[in-house]
C-alpha cells in the first residue's frame, strides 16, 4: 500500500546535542506532578499561602515598627523574597513566581468570579465566560516599555522601599489595586503583561531559566481544531497572559499558570527541565533590549550605592534620611541616563563595530542590535546574583530576629528575636560574587557566540563580528569584579 | 513503487477532502481567537474559511466524477499536509497580528501542501496515482497564487495607508 509521510517534522526538537541530553520531559518522568497540575484547585493552592503571608507583610508594614530592619515586610520581601526569586525562583524555575504570586489574586477573581472552578461560555476570543468590560489593551502599549519605565521609576526610589515599610505596603497595595481594576477593564491578565514592573525582568530572565512548559508535538497542535490552550474551555481558562502554545518558543510571556495543561484537549502540553541559559536566545523587540540594558545598568547601580566604597552614592540615593536632594537628582538622572541613553549607545557602537569588522553587508544592524543583545541576558541575571549574594549573607540573620518579633513591638515568638545581627561567612562574599559573574560571562558569550552563529552562517564573518560585542561584555565584567572585589 | 492498491486513489482524495474541511474548521477558530479584538484579522481569517469550504467541495466533485458518492467522512486526516496556523506564540501579547499576517499564515499552509504532493508524486510509479497528486498539486497552486495575489493586494493596501 502506498503510505503517506508527513511533510514537516513540526515537532518540539532541541536544537544541539547538549540540549538533547540535558532536556526531559518533568511530566514524563513525574506523573503525579502532572496529576497535581491538572487539578483544578493547584494555583490556589500555591497562591493562598503566599496569599495570608502577604496580607500578613501588609499588617506588619501597616502597624509593625517604621525602622526597615525591624519590620517583617522589609526583611523578608527585599531580602528573603528577593534572593529566593533573583537566585533559586527565576534561574530554575521560570516565571514560577508568577504561578503563586498574590498580587493579581483579585484581579483574576473579579473576572473569573471563581477561585478555583472554571466557566465555559462567551467572552471576547474564548471559551469561557469572563465579567467585566473585558477590552482590548491598546496596540501601541502591547509591549514592556510601561514596565521598563516603571522598574526603573521604582528602583530610583529604592532606598525608600528598603528601608520605609509604609512605602513598601503602598506600593502593593497600589499594585493590588491597579492589578484589580485593570482586570475590570481589560481582557485576562492585562496587568501582569504589560504594567507590572516584576513581571517585566522576571520575562527577561525567564529566557536562561531551567523549566519551560511546552507542547509536546508541534504537529498536534497544528492540527488542534479548538485551540483551547488560547481559548480556554470547560476543563481550563482560556491563557491569561494570551500565549498560544502551539507556537511559543520561549519563556519570557508564559505566566506558568498551567491552564493550557488542563485545557488542552489532546494532553499535548508538558513541563520540561533543560540546560542553563542554552535554548531562548530570541530577543524580540527594542523593549526588551532596554529591559537588558536598565536591569543590567541597575545591578551595577545598587552595587556602587550598597557595596562599593564610595559612601556618597549612598547619601544620595538615601533621600528620605538624608535630604540630599540636589545629589539624588543627579543620582536619578545619573541612572536613568546610563540605563536608557548611555549603555544603549555602548551597545549599539558594539554593534556598528560588530557590523563594519564582520563586513555583514547582508545583515542589518537593526537586526544585529535585536539578536546580539541576548548576551546582556546572562550577564544581566548573574550580576544580579553577584549583587544579592552580600544581601543575604550579610543581611540575612535579620530573618531569624524578625521572625519572632514580625512587628517590630518586642514579641519573641520563638526565642529568636534577639538574634544579633550575624554576616554569614563574609570573607566568602567576593569570590562567590567573582565566581558568579564568571559564570555570567561564560554563558553570555556562549549565547553570543549562538546568536552570531544564526545571523552570520559564514565562521569568518561570525568569528570578526563576536570581537566588539564581546569586549563590551569583558568590560562589564571587570567593572563588576572591580565593584565587588576593589 | 510498486506497492499501490487500487484503493490509494480513492483514500488520497478522501483525505485531500478531509484536509480542507478541516482547514476550513481551523480558520473559524483561528477567526474566533480575534472575536471583538481585531475585526480585520478575523474576517480575513472567516474569509480563508469560505474558501477551504469551496475547495472541499471542488474536491468532491472531482471525487464523485470519478468513484461516486462521498461516503461520509468523521475523522480528521491524521496527517498535517496543510494547516494553518498563528505565526507566533506571542502574537496576541503584542498584538501583532495583521490580515497580512493571517494571509500568510494560510500561504505557507497552502504552500506545504503543494510542496507535500509534489514530493508524492516523485515517491509513487504508479502512473494514476502520479497523476493524482500531481492533479492535487496544481490544485493547491491555484491556491498558492491566490493567496499570493490578495497579499499583494493587502501590502500594497497598508503601503497607500501608511503614506
Known sequence: MATVQEPLARTTQPETEEENSWRFDVFGRWPLLKRLVRMRSFQ??????????????????????????????????????????IAGLMPLGSRVWCTMCPLPFAGDWLQRRAVIGVRSGKSPGTENRFFGLQKRWPKKL??????????????TFSALLVTR????????????????????????????????????????????????????????????????????????????????????DRNNYCGLCFECVKSCPNDNISLYARPFATSDYMIKGFDEVWKASIMLVLAFSYSVVLLSPWGVFKDWANISEKHLWSGFGAYAAGQMLLALIVFPGLYYLAIRLAKWYSSANAVSVREMFLAYSYMLVPMGLLAWIAFSIPLIMVNGSYIISVVSDPLGWGMNLFGTADFPWTPFKPDWVPALQVGVLLVGLYYSLRGL????????????????????????????TLVFLKLFIG | MTDFQPDVLRTTLLRAIQIERRNSELYESLASIFDDYDDSVKAMFIEMAEEERQHGTDLKQRYRARFGPVPL????????????????????????????KALQAGLQAEEDARHFYSVEVTRTSDPELQQLYRELGEFEETHVRMLQDKLAQATHKTNEASR
Open chain 2, 73 to 100: 467522512l468523521i475523522a480528521d486526516p491524521k496527517e498535517v499536509i496543510e494547516a494553518p496556523d498563528l505565526p507566533d506564540g506571542e502574537a496576541l501579547v503584542f498584538d501583532s497580528m495583521t490580515p497580512e
Open chain 1, 165 to 248: 515599610p509604609i512605602v513598601s505596603v503602598a506600593l502593593f497595595a497600589a499594585m493590588i489595586i491597579i492589578a484589580a481594576g485593570m482586570a475590570l477593564v481589560f481582557r485576562l491578565r492585562t496587568f501582569c503583561n504589560y504594567v507590572c514592573p516584576i513581571s517585566g525582568f522576571l520575562s527577561l530572565y525567564a529566557m536562561t531559566s531551567t523549566l519551560e512548559l511546552r507542547s509536546s508535538d508541534k504537529n498536534e497542535c497544528l492540527k488542534c481544531k479548538t485551540k483551547s490552550c488560547i481559548r480556554g474551555s470547560d476543563k481550563g481558562w482560556a491563557c491569561p497572559w494570551n500565549v498560544y502554545m502551539g507556537k511559543l
Open chain 1, 44 to 85: 490556589f493552592a500555591l497562591i493562598l499561602p503566599n496569599l495570608a503571608l502577604f496580607y500578613f507583610f501588609l499588617i506588619t508594614g501597616l502597624f509593625g515598627t517604621p525602622v526597615g530592619n525591624r519590620n517583617m515586610i522589609i526583611v523578608f520581601v527585599w531580602i528573603l523574597w528577593w534572593v529566593v526569586l
Open chain 1, 449 to 476: 557566540y549562538r546568536v552570531a552563529s544564526k545571523v552570520l552562517p559564514d565562521p569568518a564573518q561570525r568569528n570578526r563580528s563576536l570581537v566588539p560585542p564581546a569586549a563590551l561584555l569583558l568590560g562589564i
Open chain 1, 142 to 155: 502591547s509591549n514592556i516599555w510601561l514596565q521598563n519605565f516603571g522598574f526603573l521609576f521604582l528602583a
